[in-house]
């Protein structure tokens, strides 16, 4: 069993900053890529940024410059470092990873429950 876990959302104001975390735990071999997705209310679930285990990143075009995201290979947690944020920026914010289980021969998909972020004044 696998579990990701978000952490780090809240209320901030417009030009403030957030750095959410998502841990995964349980039976894990290995982590492949590791993504921060967002949904805000009436509109589909978009890629925010990415990394993959080598570090290599990709973001929206909307958050490059603004938003950086890391990773600890070590504790198996991925970050989204969050500045001048906005209020388009208001959204549920999802942690995603392909994770390979010490059970398992291949890579599945896990996601996180999900971290709310509102940037309002």
């Known amino acids: 069993q696998v579990q990701l876990v978000e952490s780090g959302g809240g209320l901030v104001q417009p030009g403030g900053s957030l750095r959410l975390s998502c841990a995964a735990s349980?039976?894990?071999?290995?982590?492949?890529?590791m993504r921060w997705y967002r949904q805000a209310p009436g509109k589909q679930r978009e890629l925010v940024a990415a990394?993959?285990?080598?570090?290599?990143?990709v973001y929206k075009d909307s958050v490059k410059c603004r938003f950086t995201i890391s990773r600890d290979n070590a504790k198996n947690t991925v970050y989204l470092q969050m500045n001048s944020l906005k209020h388009e920026d208001t959204a549920v914010y999802y942690c995603?990873?392909?994770?390979?289980?010490?059970?398992?021969?291949?890579?599945?998909?896990?996601w996180g429950q999900g971290t709310q972020v509102t940037v309002s004044s």
């Open positions: 995603n990873a392909d994770i390979r289980t010490v059970r398992s021969s291949g890579y599945y998909e896990y």
């Open positions: 349980g039976s894990i071999f290995i982590i492949n890529a």
């Open positions: 990394i993959t285990s080598g570090g290599n990143t």
